[in-house]
């Protein structure tokens, strides 16, 4: 008895048509997935670019020093840091090693441009006093041409608009950022010895010391702070960064900084009070 062998095809059933919300669903998943990598990418970036700046501090303070040196006395070296700091900053973060670049050669040039930005705006703010010592250089031009001897400091201030006690303020201005000498005295003074300028109040010594008793009894309120807390108190006092900077190096965003940086000032009052210390007015 024969048989014949009958070829069976199976045809898989369509499957069913996808939801709407299912595809929205999916898509969802999909950019949640996206942004969990790039939220992770950003970080592994930040964290690589905050490595990049500590390494290159050294280097920050290198670069500071030589340009102070051709500076006037009155400009504070960290001020030169802290402007380059935010310049280091700037190249870790725009910095491609790709250009065959070494880190260090492309950070030089933004660290000392940030240095130099930092010191044409304290031109700025210095503008107004060399106006002022121009202005005091015309009028005693004119004065010792017309009364063919030096002024005196009342012909001076009448001069120029000012009482006497207005013009030594102004005299005080000018020899501080170092446009005018301090021994310099009026004509009707000449025959006495160079006259002593009374230091600005924090340099006092009472002062000095009040300054230090606070600062040291600050100093062991931020050591009942947790390490992090410390360490944005100090680079909001110290480094004088702003919260998003601080945000920055910490890996976390400003919102947080501001949260850390309130409750870091609540328990340093506590510990204060404790001893205490209830205003800054105690010292």
């Known amino acids: 008895m024969s048989m014949t ?31 969990v990598s790039a939220s992770r990418t950003a970080a592994a ?20 020093v030589r340009v102070h040196e051709n500076l006037p006395v009155h400009v504070d070296l960290d001020d030169l840091v802290h402007a380059g700091i935010l310049g280091l900053f700037d190249a870790a973060t725009k910095y491609d090693p790709e250009k065959m670049v070494s880190f260090s050669s492309y950070a030089k040039h933004r660290i000392k441009g940030a240095i130099l930005d930092s010191l044409r705006q304290l031109d700025w703010a210095s503008r107004d006093l060399r106006r002022r010592h121009k202005q005091l250089e015309a009028a005693t031009r004119e004065l010792a041409s017309e009364l063919h001897r030096a002024p ?10 000012v009482d006497v006690e207005r013009w030594r303020h102004m005299m005080v201005d000018l020899r501080n950022v170092g446009l005018v000498s301090a021994s310099q005295r009026p004509a009707d003074q000449d025959d006495l010895p160079a006259p002593d300028f009374p230091a600005a109040p924090e340099l006092q010594p009472d002062s000095m ?49 501001s949260q850390i940086h309130k409750t870091a000032l609540e328990k340093m009052a506590v510990v204060l009070q404790e001893s205490g210390i209830r205003s800054s007015a105690a010292f």
Do not use: H, W
Request: proline content about 5%.
């Open 45 to 64: 970036r930040q964290a690589q670019r905050d490595q990049i700046v500590l390494d290159n501090l050294p280097l920050v303070k290198a670069i500071a």
């Open 5 to 35: 062998a009958t070829a069976r095809i199976v045809i898989p059933a369509p499957s069913p048509e996808s939801t709407p919300a299912e595809r929205m669903k999916r898509t969802r998943s999909a950019k949640e997935s996206e942004r």
């Open 209 to 257: 010391c009040s300054q230090q008793q606070l600062r040291s009894a600050l100093a062991v309120a931020m050591k009942a702070l947790p390490e992090r807390y410390q360490r944005v108190v100090a680079l909001y006092y110290t480094n004088e960064l702003t919260m998003k900077e601080i945000g920055g190096m910490l890996g976390i965003n400003e919102s947080r900084v």
């Open 152 to 161: 005196s400091e009342a012909e001076l201030a009448n001069k120029m608009g």
